[in-house]
């Protein structure tokens, strides 16, 4: 009885919390049919397995384009009967979306005048500069003519994707459709912040019957007969702008995608499996890079964080660093363009923040949600620092360092003014605006940071991970400040560095539990709780090698290991939740991190178990994608790892994952001042017997490597060099 109590308090408190939680994404319901997302630039689309949007219930469906909804409806049915799926599947560099179809048996006055399995139906959807883009083609295999009506009904709601995630607006703005002719159709908004948004529908050939929510076209097909159609769906182009040909574009957009890749390291291992998810992680991540005014900067993920975030971009770029450099230096310029100025209590901004989250919907433009421009994150601004100097040391590009210098001493004066607004040395957060997130680390859900009894902590919070972030950024800033002459600036930096650290492990340290606490609370309680935040401090290189080892230890043990991967929160402690957000669910690229914390400390037996589990997880994935995080339930023989149903997929930084897990196996080192590359301490997991890397570039030099296991060792070999490179192991404690 006394545990019946306290399970029925837990949760009244749980529900109590998520209704007062501000941006919350709710669960209503299962997706009937499985989703697809494709990407471009600043535009994306999310359809179900037949190629419809709106169709079925369970997902975000729909047409998007800089935070609207510019398509909420465009569903195929022949003679008002769904036709039956055959199968659908993304084009292996994720450029397009094919669909097979078929039709049902279709009844007229009671009897069939067309016998299913007849009729195969193509669709071919793709995304280009603004549009939507598809071919429907039809042949009739049948030995008898076929006749039929294919009607495509469509409709939009202009829902800014807030509305689309589950806030309620009062008010609205007007939105109208009309025909524009016998093969268009435009549906428009005036939005109650001014704007006016348009989306243009249009129709080759034109249909034999337009309407203003349905196009129709009629068919008479001879046996072995085929035809197709084609619609074309724009996000705000005029409407005289006619889009171009399928073909033209899909072509255009092809050779678009292969020249992102140019450049860029590719691995291939003996692996075939693991092949398939290194593929379609690269895939992911090229889908999700965006061409902005600064450069290339990865999104988040689809569909809920396509737009800019700054600590994600920056985790995703760190996790690039090594395959390809140049996804960092974008990252930086823009986050170095869009850095806080003034002060701001409504998003968060205070002079050199660097920039959470920035959205361009009409909900952000009128301030019902505070993200045109949010700054509540307290991890991005050390994160840039960190970002900034290892790529400097990964490239020797010293110019763009010189270009980033300004933006990193403000980073550097926030992290020391108003990111410690005590000046007890650490780094807090605390929301200027009861519209902001209530906590601003990685781990944002409203219940994430608590202590061992259960209560949230409250006050100006330090997190474990954001010091860590701040020893590792300005240590690397000191080495740069060196690289431009600063050496009073690079001097005063590192001993600062090791004031922190010291005084971290005083604070932070828990002997009872063996490692470090989550966090200190505005009262200076720490947070008595065993989470993969002390894992990110291996990363970051702050803690003691004694200590380092206990904590790897830690972290391998069954209450944090599943299996599948490392949970977020272990097992036992009091807010432990295997299907939460942050309190006991797998995330990849948390242990990605911990990874290359683990190899730094020189534990490369874990890293090669835990690289090994989620390996594993990804071949039960869909696509062999990691989501953004899965469940963090105990692994069983014979069953796959658990989904979180809301999961982005693809999301970047889970999908730069699989890369992150070689790099820390392989130990890569870049030497630029001596134009070598290190492998240290190289160890392969089990499921590897060999790994190529082509095109692994240094400076104006590359060269192409073999790496083979051989039990415990393994062998180098040079296939290739271009220029002055030097290539070695280094085996060391």
């Not at 337009?210 to 074309?232: I, R």
């Not at 650490?426 to 944002?444: H, I, P, T």
């Not at 930096?493 to 090791?498: G, K, N, S, V």
């Amino acid at each position: 009885m006394p545990a019946e109590a306290t399970s029925m308090v837990v949760t009244v408190r749980a529900a109590q919390s998520v209704a007062e939680s501000p941006f919350y994404i709710p669960m209503t319901g299962p997706a009937a049919r499985p989703r697809r997302s494709l990407k471009h630039d600043d535009t994306f689309i999310v359809l179900d397995s037949h190629g419809d949007i709106g169709a079925s219930a369970g997902g975000p469906d729909g047409l998007f384009n800089a935070d609207t909804r510019y398509l909420a409806r465009l569903e195929l049915s022949l003679d008002e009967v769904q036709p039956l799926l055959l199968g659908s599947s993304l084009r292996d560099d994720n450029s397009s979306l094919t669909v097979d179809l078929t039709n049902p048996d279709i009844y007229r006055n009671g009897r069939i005048v067309l016998q299913k399995d007849m009729l195969h139906i193509v669709r071919s959807i793709f995304l280009w500069r603004g549009t939507a883009y598809q071919r429907i083609g039809l042949q009739n295999h049948g030995g008898d003519p076929a006749s039929f009506d294919l009607t495509l009904l469509f409709d939009n709601d202009f829902a800014d994707l807030f509305e689309v995630r589950g806030e309620k607006r009062p008010r609205r703005g007007i939105g109208s459709g009309e025909l524009l002719g016998p093969s268009d159709v435009q549906f428009d908004y005036r939005g109650l912040d001014g704007e006016s948004r348009h989306t243009a529908l249009h129709f080759d050939p034109r249909p034999t019957r337009l309407a203003v929510n349905a196009a129709t076209y009629h068919f008479e097909l001879a046996p072995q007969q085929a035809s197709s159609l084609f619609v074309a769906v724009s996000c705000n182009k005029p409407a005289a702008a006619k889009p171009v040909p399928f073909f033209r574009g899909l072509l255009a957009h092809c050779r678009e995608m292969r020249r992102s890749n140019d450049g860029a390291t590719s691995v291939e291992t003996s692996n075939n499996i693991f092949n398939e998810v290194l593929c379609q992680s690269m895939a992911d991540l090229n889908m999700l890079m965006t061409d902005t005014p600064q450069g290339r900067y990865p999104y988040a993920g689809i569909p809920w964080y396509s737009t800019t975030f700054g600590r994600d971009g920056i985790i995703t770029a760190l996790q690039m660093l090594w395959i390809d450099p140049r996804v960092a230096r974008g990252v930086l310029r823009r986050l170095a363009f869009y850095q806080a100025r003034t002060v701001d209590p409504l998003t968060d901004a205070e002079p050199g923040k660097i920039l959470h989250e920035m959205r361009g919907g009409e909900m952000a433009a009128l301030h019902e949600v505070p993200f045109a421009q949010y700054y509540g994150s307290v991890d991005a601004t050390p994160l840039f620092v960190l970002l900034a100097g290892l790529y400097v040391e990964r490239t020797g590009d010293e110019e763009t360092l010189a270009e980033l210098w300004p933006a990193v001493e403000a980073a550097l004066r926030w992290i020391d003014g108003a990111g410690d607004p005590d000046r007890d040395g650490f780094v807090e957060y605390q929301r200027a605006s009861e519209q902001g997130l209530a906590n601003q680390g990685w781990k944002d859900s409203f219940d994430a940071i608590f202590h061992a009894d259960g209560r949230l902590a409250e006050g100006n919070i330090a997190l474990a991970e954001v010091q860590g972030y701040v020893f590792a950024g300005k240590r690397l800033a000191a080495r740069s400040a060196r690289r431009l002459g600063k050496r009073d600036m690079a001097g005063k930096l590192e001993a600062e560095a090791e004031r922190l650290a010291q005084r971290f492990e005083e604070a932070f340290w828990c002997d009872e539990l063996g490692t470090y606490a989550l966090a200190l609370d505005g009262s200076k309680e720490p947070c008595r709780v065993r989470t993969s935040n002390a894992g990110q401090l291996l990363f970051s290189g702050m803690i003691r090698h004694d200590r380092a080892r206990l904590v790897a230890a830690d972290l391998m043990r069954s209450h944090f290991f599943t299996g599948w991967g490392i949970r977020t929160v272990a097992l036992g402690e009091a807010r432990y939740n295997p299907m939460s957000y942050h309190d006991g669910s797998i995330w990849p690229h948390d242990n990605a991190l911990i990874a290359l914390g683990l190899a730094r400390y020189g534990q490369k037996h874990a890293v090669a178990h835990l690289f090994r589990a989620l390996f594993d997880a990804a071949t039960y994935m869909d696509l062999r994608r990691l989501p953004e995080l899965f469940c963090g339930f105990r692994r069983e023989k014979g069953r796959g790892p658990t989904l979180y149903p809301v999961a982005c997929a693809p999301q970047a930084w889970a999908s730069a994952t699989p890369f992150t897990l070689l790099e820390a196996a392989l130990g890569l080192e870049f030497d630029t001042a001596n134009g070598e590359i290190r492998l240290r301490n190289p160890r392969l997991p089990a499921f590897l017997s060999e790994v190529v890397l082509r095109d692994l570039r240094l400076g104006a030099s590359s060269v192409d490597l073999r790496v083979r296991r051989h039990d415990q060792d393994v062998s180098l070999e040079v296939l290739r060099t271009h220029g002055e490179i030097r290539v070695s192991i280094v085996f060391a404690d």
